[in-house]
């Protein structure tokens, strides 16, 4: 499993009885998750005297429930990238913090390149992976059919002294962005996705990552230049072991040669030591 251990204003703090319980910042959230199927006990004091707090509605969705006032929206760092945090529907932040560890590898990757390097973020939210790229020294073109998170992730990029640094910010659905690279011919030394479970086409149509990962690995593999550095996929679906990503991986690399390597991702936990396994990644190196 890949720990996330170098935070500093992030801190999973408990997670019991399905939820977690976090610190971001110095805001303390109360957040559901699927995998605390656990019911330790909640001896930690901050469980009773958290900012806000979760609640999931039987019926769909949910609310949050705010019992201190807390900005609208707040900064947190991670090494020299900062990223903009706020309370969103479904309970989300607008960040990953496991993904820190994938950040921390493809930057990386990218210094030991001694060259320029070009990336291919897909899927790419509020641009955690972009920031950090684009701080070691690559180019990146941000993908992500969401413009509200686009304009999300040109903020965090802006805050982070990156901004003008070499970055395309690109609003589109992805597939229909990778055919249409494939047309023109362009490559990318570095490509990382994180595509969701389901998805809508640019027809409304509705795709579901099981049915399509393996198709669309192969057609972003087609984008890798002749001196690729790394392919990186991560999952959070259920039916995506880590396995099943390095199989797909391995096929659709093996012209390449390198070596290809999956795991877990996981959060450590302050109050009993133990780790919170938190999404699958599999990746592709020239190594």
């Not at 399509?212 to 679906?237: H, I, Q, W």
């Not at 880590?242 to 390449?256: D, E, F, G, N, R």
């Amino acid at each position: 499993m890949r720990i996330a251990e170098n935070w500093k204003d992030y801190e999973l703090i408990d997670c019991s009885q399905g939820e977690r319980l976090e610190r971001w910042g110095n805001v303390v959230l109360i957040r559901p998750d699927p995998q605390v199927i656990w019911s330790t006990p909640r001896n930690h004091r901050l469980w009773k005297a958290a900012d806000a707090r979760y609640f999931r509605s039987q019926s769909g969705g949910g609310k949050w429930e705010v019992y201190k006032k807390i900005p609208d929206r707040w900064p947190i760092a991670y090494n020299s990238c900062t990223f903009h945090i706020k309370t969103m529907g479904f309970k989300h932040t607008g960040l990953f913090p496991e993904q820190a560890s994938n950040w921390d590898f493809t930057a990386q990757k990218i210094k030991e390149a001694g060259r320029p390097l070009k990336m291919l973020n897909l899927f790419a939210y509020t641009g955690g992976a972009t920031v950090s790229a684009l701080a070691a020294g690559a180019s990146v073109t941000h993908v992500d059919a969401a413009k509200g998170m686009v304009l999300w992730a040109k903020e965090n990029a802006r805050d982070s002294g990156v901004l003008e640094k070499g970055v395309r910010w690109i609003v589109d659905d992805c597939i229909k962005f990778v055919e249409r690279e494939k047309r023109r011919g362009s490559q990318y030394d570095i490509i990382l996705m994180d595509p969701p479970s389901y998805g809508r086409g640019p027809g409304g149509e509705v795709w579901k990552l099981e049915d399509e990962v393996y198709r669309f690995c192969e057609a972003c593999a087609g984008l890798l230049s002749d001196k690729p550095v790394l392919f990186m996929v991560n999952s959070y679906t259920a039916g995506l072991s880590p396995a099943v990503i390095q199989y797909i991986l391995s096929y659709v690399m093996k012209h390449k040669g390198g070596t290809v390597a999956a795991s877990e991702l996981g959060l450590r936990v302050s109050e009993t030591g133990l780790v919170l396994p938190c999404g699958s990644t599999a990746y592709w190196t020239q190594d």
